[in-house]
């Protein structure tokens, strides 16, 4: 079975990586320069505003999108990458000199405008932290006077520890060491940072940590807790213990959420309504954080304006191997999934669905409705989602950005010769959630009766198999 990697969604600096800068609605085959040994499957994909990053299992990375001040970890361009570059850069802060080069990761992820890599130092051969693009509110983590970085440049070095997790969400970053401590940097303004925020230096943002600071200690493996899952939303972060810790139940001191301290602050009701035991997964939005208990049901909290929290129709589906970009998520149907009413996800096998909901307007969602782009003014906001399933094809959630969504396509040897595939894809129209007028924009669960009435729509399209790798 060979795999490939489709994306959709925001293109405008070639993020998508799909040889353009035009925003797409459907799954399309991302490029490469050189292309990556088929041997190693994609691992994760991390997004900033307009840059995204690539991570493979064998270690490699690879970047596309935005790069004038070298946030793609590569020699900064004028002009936006649009295929994914093997990303390799020199622990100096040089390209094309004589040195230690930086080739393998074991991390990623991305703020808005920069990249932090997790790396084995290829001198002492222990974990250290490298970032480079741009850090207005200390994101880069190489102090104060480091607001732009064009070159990956060292943030920290762990020693003998290991990062066992690494998140982060607008502009911030933070990362949990073996041993349990946890350390940010970034925009803490709103104590996603812990609440004791020292002063900025001069002339920089109040509430921005500009080095890698120690901002918590987790009970860690020899206090029974296996490991941490760790989010980063716009103004929180939160850290939940693994559903398998040895301990069943959830002590006062083995999760933590830092930030949302205050009414106002916290005014989409994250912390009053989050989950607090162990769980399978846990991810974030910008301002809605998703939690798998460990039943495997969904629950989502926050911010639904934009349809961020998972639709009423997939409310107690089996889902899993979620993504979460800013505004908008994509998970895996499992096996065991269906829709309202007993309906099928899939006729075929709903292990090879995906569905996605959120804000889709650049088309990362998928089309809004036939015929329609996401610039019609009557859909930017619609609060759809889809079901997207290729005959052939295991598909499953890679990652999400802004706006941008990623895919893996596995596909058995008959659909990998074969030069497209088709599409079929089945949007819903939004559940109708009561608006509240409130300052807080709240979604309420009530329900339109007429919305079960409302046929969904279902395109079927030619997906092209061009030659990814």
């Known amino acids: ?79 936006p990458i649009t295929t994914f570059r093997r990303v390799i850069f020199n622990i100096d802060g040089q390209y094309g000199e004589a040195g230690e080069y930086v080739s393998r990761f074991v991390d990623i992820t991305a703020t808005w405008s920069s990249t932090t890599f997790v790396a084995a130092d290829p001198i002492t051969h222990g974990q250290a932290i490298y970032s480079c693009g741009t850090g207005d509110y200390g ?100 850290m939940l213990p693994l559903e398998d810790s040895e301990r069943g139940d959830n002590p006062e001191g083995m999760s933590c959420l830092l930030g949302l301290d205050t009414k106002k602050d916290d005014k989409y009701g994250i912390k009053e309504k989050a989950l607090t035991g162990p769980c399978k997964e846990l991810r974030a939005n910008w301002n809605t954080l998703h939690t798998v208990d460990g039943e495997g049901v ?85 609060r759809t989602y889809a079901i997207i399933a290729l005959d052939g094809v295991k598909l499953e959630p890679l990652g999400a950005g802004c706006a941008t969504t990623f895919l893996t396509a596995y596909l058995d040897e008959k659909s990998s010769t074969a030069r497209s595939l088709t599409l079929n894809y089945m949007a819903f129209p939004r559940d109708c959630e009561k608006l509240r007028t409130n300052e807080d924009h709240e979604a309420g669960e009530e329900y339109d009766p007429e919305d079960q009435l409302r046929p969904y729509w279902q395109i079927h399209a030619q997906v092209e198999l061009s030659n990814t790798h």
């Open 139 to 238: 994101e880069l983590g190489q102090g104060a006077d480091v607001p732009i970085s064009m070159t990956p440049k060292l943030v920290l070095h762990l020693g003998q520890q290991t990062c066992v997790n690494l998140a982060s969400s607008f502009r911030h970053v933070v990362l949990i060491l073996k041993n349990g401590d946890v350390f940010g940097w970034g925009n803490g303004r709103k104590a996603q940072l812990s609440a004791n925020i020292p002063c900025p230096p001069p002339n920089r943002p109040s509430g921005s940590i500009w080095d890698p600071r120690l901002i918590t200690h987790l009970q860690c493996r020899e206090t029974a807790v296996r490991g941490y899952h760790l989010a980063c939303g716009r103004d929180f972060t939160y």
């Open 1 to 79: 079975m060979t795999w490939k990697i489709w994306a959709l969604g925001s293109n405008g600096n070639g993020q998508l990586a799909i040889g353009h800068r035009n925003d797409v609605d459907q799954p399309t085959s991302c490029l490469f320069d050189q292309p990556p040994p088929t041997s190693f499957r994609p691992r994760k994909i991390v997004a900033g505003g307009n840059h995204t990053i690539l991570l493979h299992e064998d270690g490699t990375a690879y970047a596309a999108g935005m790069n004038d001040d070298g946030r793609c970890g590569l020699p900064p361009t004028p002009e």
């Open 298 to 382: 969904l629950h989502s909290v926050g911010r639904n304006d934009k349809g961020q929290i998972l639709p009423a129709r997939l409310k107690g589906n089996i889902l899993h191997n979620i993504k979460a970009g800013s505004e908008h998520s994509v998970a895996q149907i499992a096996a065991s999934g269906t829709l309202r009413n007993g309906k099928p996800a899939h006729p075929r096998d709903p292990e090879q669905c995906v569905v996605l909901w959120g804000w889709g307007e650049h088309g990362n969602c998928g089309p809004l409705k036939p015929g329609s782009t996401w610039l019609s003014p009557q859909y930017t906001l619609s």
